[in-house]
């Protein structure tokens, strides 16, 4: 999270993302290490510190949560994607706030390249008619049996919105059986009866995990500075 980046922390650009937001009212930085808080106030970021030992982001996102109460509705935004969308972070508080009945929303983006079909770190999602999700998993979804179907293949992106109530009601489930099989939280809902919407989008976001992700990045930054 403080990896320097074209001369910012990480957790600084995508900060500066969501400051980019328009249908947004808060920001918040949730970290369990007073390093990345203490950053974050030299940039000028609120932060809170949460407890070290979370078994996911969600969980983290609901302890930070409880310091808020007067936030309806939360988006749990990864701190290793400097360049997330803005744009999909204002479409996913949109339909929390017009659509109280949905619950939890995220976000799938087309897979034009066939072999990230069948990669394990590529995570799939089918959904409905109403784009409510179906199921997640890391295998081929759906199994193509009939090519003329012209079934097209989606990739689930790491992001999440919640509606205060359910975000509170998740964390308070136990990890399901499908959750821990895929290793896929999101799986959590679903198998608790509760669909996700999924909104549909073009851009990636990718994530900063490796050196060279970061190189490439900063590249990136150089030839097109960030809004």
């Given at each position: 999270?403080?990896?320097?980046?074209?001369?910012?922390?990480?957790?600084?650009?995508?900060?500066?993302?969501?400051?980019?937001?328009?249908?947004?009212d808060d920001?918040?930085?949730?970290?369990?290490?007073?390093?990345?808080a203490?950053?974050?106030?030299?940039?000028?970021?609120?932060?809170?510190?949460?407890?070290?030992?979370?078994?996911?982001?969600?969980?983290?996102?609901?302890?930070?949560?409880?310091?808020?109460?007067?936030?309806?509705?939360?988006?749990?935004?990864?701190?290793?994607?400097?360049?997330?969308?803005?744009?999909?972070?204002?479409?996913?508080?949109?339909?929390?706030?017009?659509?109280?009945?949905?619950?939890?929303?995220?976000?799938?983006?087309?897979?034009?390249?066939?072999?990230?079909?069948?990669?394990?770190?590529?995570?799939?999602?089918?959904?409905?008619?109403?784009?409510?999700?179906?199921?997640?998993?890391?295998?081929?979804?759906?199994?193509?049996?009939?090519?003329?179907a012209?079934?097209?293949?989606?990739?689930?992106?790491?992001?999440?919105?919640?509606?205060?109530?359910?975000?509170?009601?998740?964390?308070?489930?136990?990890?399901?059986?499908?959750?821990?099989?895929?290793?896929?939280?999101q799986?959590?809902?679903?198998?608790?009866?509760?669909?996700?919407?999924?909104?549909?989008?073009?851009?990636?976001?990718?994530?900063?995990?490796?050196?060279?992700?970061?190189?490439?990045?900063?590249?990136?930054?150089?030839?097109?500075?960030?809004?």
């Amino acid at each position: 999270m403080l990896h320097l980046i074209a001369g910012k922390p990480l957790v600084q650009h995508v900060w500066e993302r969501c400051q980019s937001c328009r249908e947004v009212d808060d920001i918040i930085i949730a970290t369990d290490d007073e390093r990345i808080a203490e950053a974050a106030a030299a940039f000028g970021a609120k932060a809170v510190l949460t407890a070290p030992d979370h078994p996911s982001g969600t969980d983290r996102i609901a302890e930070a949560a409880r310091s808020f109460p007067d936030h309806r509705t939360i988006i749990n935004v990864q701190g290793d994607e400097p360049l997330i969308s803005p744009a999909l972070i204002d479409e996913l508080a949109i339909v929390l706030r017009r659509e109280p009945q949905v619950r939890m929303i995220t976000a799938a983006a087309p897979i034009h390249d066939e072999a990230l079909v069948s990669d394990p770190n590529v995570v799939k999602v089918v959904f409905d008619v109403k784009g409510d999700s179906l199921y997640f998993s890391r295998s081929p979804l759906p199994y193509v049996r009939n090519a003329s179907a012209g079934v097209r293949h989606y990739r689930h992106l790491g992001i999440y919105g919640f509606q205060r109530s359910f975000l509170f009601q998740f964390v308070a489930w136990p990890p399901s059986r499908l959750e821990q099989t895929e290793s896929l939280e999101q799986l959590r809902a679903v198998e608790n009866g509760v669909p996700l919407r999924i909104v549909l989008t073009d851009d990636l976001s990718p994530g900063v995990d490796t050196p060279e992700q970061a190189a490439a990045i900063e590249q990136h930054f150089l030839t097109i500075p960030p809004p």
